[in-house]
């Protein structure tokens, strides 16, 4: 806690002292020279959309390529309610034919999911903290174990139903997905979500 405080102080110019900076100069050659230095020990990620939009994944909010511009085609009440789950158990089909647009395998990781890679690799990697369902993380080679996909994946999937909860894996949802059926349960025939 005493941590978090003096982090935040600092930040916003509350604290008498000034800080020691992290890095010799605020550029991609500092933060290069920081992370070969012996000060630098755990990094962690907080990814989103922009990593992986030179992927060809769209982000959400760009005007005319983002994903809320091209939602206009599923009738959705507003561009949202397609991630909702009170709107999915409803209406799954829109979340579906979204999923064919942007299902794993058809994109390849970026420099930044490399990046994140090499960081592993090298012992700095702590943790990746990402909202991504794309899985780019998990195809760089990133170990599940450092990674927390905020808004679930596709790489995992489960039986809605909290009787069942069933788990499927990405293979038996993309052959769902594909043969543009919403996908059902083979235990109870609930809706299976990734």
């Keep these: 806690v005493e941590l978090l405080r003096t982090l935040l102080s600092r ?3 509350l604290g008498g002292d000034k800080p020691e900076p992290v890095l010799d100069e605020l550029s991609l050659r500092g933060v290069s020279r920081f992370l070969k230095s012996e000060r630098c020990k755990n990094v962690v990620c907080m990814v989103g959309a922009g990593i992986s939009t030179s992927a060809g994944i769209p982000d959400f909010r760009s005007p005319g390529t983002g994903l809320y511009s091209n939602l206009q085609s599923y009738d959705l009440p507003y561009p949202e309610a397609i991630f909702e789950i009170g709107f999915f158990k409803k209406h799954p ?4 034919a979204l999923a064919r647009e942007l299902y794993p395998g ?3 990781p970026t420099v ?15 943790r990746c903290y990402t909202q991504n369902i794309d899985t780019l993380e998990r195809v760089a080679g990133l170990d599940p174990e450092l990674l927390v996909e905020a808004h679930g994946t596709f790489f995992t999937s489960h039986c809605l139903r909290p009787s069942c909860r069933q788990r499927y894996g990405l293979a038996w949802m993309r052959e769902r997905i594909f043969s543009s059926l919403v996908p059902k349960c083979e235990k109870c025939q609930g809706l299976v979500k990734p």
């Design 93 to 96: 089909e829109p979340f579906f």
């Design 106 to 108: 058809q994109f390849k």
């Design 11 to 13: 930040t916003l110019g």
């Design 112 to 126: 930044c999911h490399y990046f994140m890679r090499l960081l592993q690799d090298k012992g700095l990697l702590l």
